[in-house]
């Protein structure tokens, strides 16, 4: 069984969703790492971001009608990047057209070096009660080769303006497993960011990304990321010092106090509706998943024009829904729970993975839970290779069960 204490739990659960996303594509310096939608932040084109924001929300009023959004979540680029006012009308044109929940979780990405006073009260008067600071790693020489524009005391000191000025919900973001990264390292990069007292912490994998100067330079042979082992030494290193230190483990990156989960992230992985506005945003809106745009002037002049600033849209299949189902979910620590499901996903993914599922637990891939399937805690690290094993036996859905 999965352990006590991992989430999350039944009421971050049945909190998530809907969810509304804003993407704020602006960065001060690009980091060599990063393949997001972003660009330098100039007052004109902070303008025309305003501008298109307000025709996207504008769009999709009619369709977000009487909904009350449980969770928004500005991120980016660097949404801190943005001015008070600046900041301001981005939140005056959000609410101006689509509603939130009056307990909503509201949570805005932060570099640690753009943390002031007179952001801190914005965001709060605004209604923002999460901050999500982008630390990244507490050892100088790293940032430096991350291209961080902050030195190793920011996110500390930025951690504690954000408490002075009454936010009781604060994230902390790291990476490891990049080129020249050290286990030694990262374990100070861990104590450090636990003497911050974080509520949550993010930790993920580097990534090589294609067209960002070091994901490049990996393909070229010129830079090495760490060895898989390493990485996945990395993971428990993590995973263990993060669990003493009460954080629990409840997402493969995620880790938490108890009840303070990300909602709005939650909303994803169980698959809740969530409509996205901004440059290269997605959504999941009633059976639909579409992608905005991924550069600002593109996405800007489709708004510009009134033609629709996504670029893919796709209508979701009984096998399509089945096949997130199963992805997400079992990358939740608590697992995949079919009370999670509505009644008509629920037929469709039993259908298509009863089998495959009951062979998992067979063959100790999986453990059963209450009402599903959970990845052991040893395992879940490597909770990709479990889910592909499971897909390539997938059972192909027809007739009566496509119908849904
Ligand atoms: S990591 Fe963050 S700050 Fe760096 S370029 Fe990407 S979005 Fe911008």
Not at 46 to 71: K, M, N, Q, T, Y
Not at 215 to 237: L, Y
Not at 293 to 309: C, H, N, T, V
Request: glycine share 8%; hydrophobic share 45%; net charge negative.
């Amino acid at each position: 069984m999965n352990h006590v204490g991992d989430g999350p739990g039944s009421a971050a659960r049945a909190a998530a969703g809907p969810a509304l996303y804003v993407h704020v594509p602006f960065c001060a310096v690009p980091c060599p790492y990063c393949h997001f939608s972003k660009e330098h932040v100039s007052g004109a084109a902070v303008e025309r971001w305003l501008a298109a924001l307000e025709l996207e929300a504008i769009r999709w009023a009619p369709a977000a009608r009487g909904i009350a959004f449980r969770s928004l979540f500005f991120g980016g680029g660097t949404p801190s990047a943005l001015s008070p006012r600046h900041f301001q009308r981005a939140w005056d044109t959000v609410t101006r057209h689509l509603e939130l929940a009056p307990d909503a979780e509201v949570t805005l990405e932060a570099n640690p070096e753009t943390v002031k006073p007179g952001l801190l009260d914005a965001w709060a008067q605004a209604g923002v009660n999460r901050l999500s600071m982008g630390a990244q790693s507490f050892v100088p020489e790293e940032l430096a080769a991350l291209g961080r524009i902050h030195d190793h005391e920011k996110p500390g000191q930025a951690i504690a303006l954000a408490r002075a000025h009454g936010f009781e919900r604060l994230s902390v973001d790291l990476m490891f497993g990049y080129p020249g990264h050290r286990i030694d390292h990262w374990r100070h990069t861990l104590d450090a960011a636990l003497a911050l007292r974080p509520e949550h912490v993010s930790a993920y994998g580097y990534i090589p990304e294609h067209d960002t100067p070091m994901g490049d330079a990996v393909a070229r042979g010129e830079r090495r990321t760490v060895s898989p082992e390493c990485e996945a030494e990395m993971h428990a290193i993590a995973d263990q010092r993060f669990i003493a230190a009460g954080l629990a483990p409840y997402e493969t990156s995620n880790w938490s106090r108890p009840g303070a989960e990300c909602r709005h992230n939650l909303a994803y992985w169980l698959r809740r509706d969530y409509l996205a506005l901004g440059p290269s945003a997605h959504a999941l809106w009633r059976g639909e998943r579409s992608a905005n745009a991924r550069a600002l002037a593109d996405w800007a002049d489709r708004l510009e024009r009134g033609a629709d600033p996504a670029v893919e849209r796709e209508r979701e299949t009984p096998e399509s829904r089945a096949d997130e189902t199963l992805m997400l979910g079992l990358r939740l620590a608590s697992g995949l729970d079919l009370d999670d499901l509505p009644a008509e996903v629920r037929a469709e993914f039993e259908a298509r993975y009863a089998e495959p599922l009951a062979a998992g637990v067979a063959g100790a891939r999986l453990e059963r839970t209450r009402h599903g399937w959970c990845i052991p805690a040893a395992q879940r690290y490597v909770a990709d290779d479990t889910i592909a094993w499971l897909a390539v036996r997938a059972r192909p859905l027809a007739g009566a069960e496509r119908a849904a």
